[in-house]
């Protein structure tokens, strides 16, 4: 089965750098969208970041355009989030997401994944 085990979250200062970690096992992925989520308390789950694991096409959130970047390591089967710049606003859980690559799908919502990793918490101070 499908198992996505994030890593890395922890609390830092503003304008700090920090990077997350989605151990992805289970399948081969490469017909897989895998996304970032966060979901801060009170608000809803919403994208950060989402990355096509065959060809790398990337996508970003207007609000973590230019500080976040996704990556993924094939060898490790593990998706990256490296988050620069952090703001209190980025307090968040994040979650790691994989959705099976579907025409018609933007990849933007929460229901176009599948599968989800347990989240890590990542707080930022002023």
């Known amino acids: 089965q499908v198992q996505l085990v994030e890593s890395g979250g922890r609390s830092v200062q503003a304008g700090d750098s920090l990077r997350l970690s989605c151990a992805a096992s289970g399948r081969t992925f490469t017909t897989y969208i895998m996304g970032w989520f966060r979901q801060a308390p009170g608000k809803e789950r919403e994208i950060v970041a989402f990355?096509?694991?065959?060809?790398?096409?990337?996508y970003y959130a207007d609000s973590v355009q230019g500080r976040f970047t996704i990556s993924r390591d094939n060898a490790k089967n593990t998706v990256y989030l490296q988050m620069n710049s952090l703001k209190p606003e980025d307090t968040a859980v994040y979650y790691c997401?994989?959705?099976?690559?579907?025409?018609?799908?933007?990849?933007?919502?929460?229901?176009?994944?599948?599968?989800w990793g347990q989240g890590t918490q990542v707080t930022v101070s002023s």
């Open positions: 997401a994989a959705g099976i690559l579907t025409y018609g799908r933007t990849f933007l919502s929460p229901n176009d994944y599948g599968y």
């Open positions: 990355i096509r694991w065959s060809g790398g096409n990337t």
